[in-house]
């Protein structure tokens, strides 16, 4: 069977530490799959539509040091509400492909390392994205410090003392300023690291994890391996 025709109508996620290189990846596997003539649609998380793009602004542009840990949380989960409802779900009843940059997986790993429970937040997940979760999501990884180094970072930069820093995802957000990425220690990175490779068993659809740590050409090529490899 061919890619064009095995991921018609699929919804696949890209999800990882920071610096793994998955936007990277995604944006060539929507090139290859656009070249077997497969329509490809790409969804981004937390975004995407014009309310997503709204709540997002709420999370970058605000100090969310003042906002509840639940409120930050649900404000992720109404933009994917409104990214499935509004993008997805047509997409993928039209037969194309949605990938995606990121998704509840993300929350699970980002705030699971700050103390709450990985499971609760697939409970909040199910809420707002009622059934359609990814048939396969690709945690593409690298070693923390090696993600230290494609960004930039420095491991040993010493951590700032904010209200609630543990408890904010706002290292999802690929535009959030340096600084505020800097704040969290190596520490709680490695933890990140730990929870996007041991997802929850119930974490809906199934999780491939890829190697990041190769050349650009070598990951993309195991991508492909494991869509060819998996079934749906």
Do not use: N
């Amino acid at each position: 069977m061919t890619l064009k025709k095995k991921l018609a109508g699929k919804f696949i996620v890209f999800d990882g530490p920071d610096g793994s290189g998955k936007g990277t990846q995604l944006r060539l596997l929507a090139e290859a799959l656009s070249g077997q003539g497969l329509e490809v649609v790409l969804g981004k998380d937390p975004g995407g539509t014009e309310i997503g793009d709204r709540i997002r602004a709420v999370l970058l542009r605000h100090d969310l040091s003042e906002m509840d840990v639940r409120c930050e949380a649900m404000l992720f989960m109404a933009s994917r509400a409104q990214l499935v409802g509004e993008v997805i779900e047509p997409a993928l009843a039209a037969g194309k492909v949605v990938l995606c940059d990121r998704f509840i997986s993300s929350t699970c790993a980002y705030q699971g390392a700050a103390g709450h429970d990985p499971h609760r937040i697939i409970e909040l997940g199910r809420f707002a994205v009622g059934t359609t979760w990814p048939q396969l999501t690709l945690i593409i990884d690298v070693p923390t410090e090696e993600g230290f180094r494609r960004t930039g970072r420095k491991p040993h930069h010493a951590r700032k003392q904010r209200s609630r820093t543990d408890a904010s995802q706002g290292l999802l957000l690929d535009d959030v300023e340096h600084d505020a990425m800097e704040s969290r220690p190596i520490a709680y990175h490695r933890k990140v690291r730990k929870l996007f490779l041991e997802l929850p068993s119930e974490y809906p659809g199934r999780v491939e994890v890829v190697d990041g740590s190769a050349p650009t050409a070598e990951v993309h090529r195991r991508v492909l391996e494991v869509l060819e490899r998996v079934d749906f």
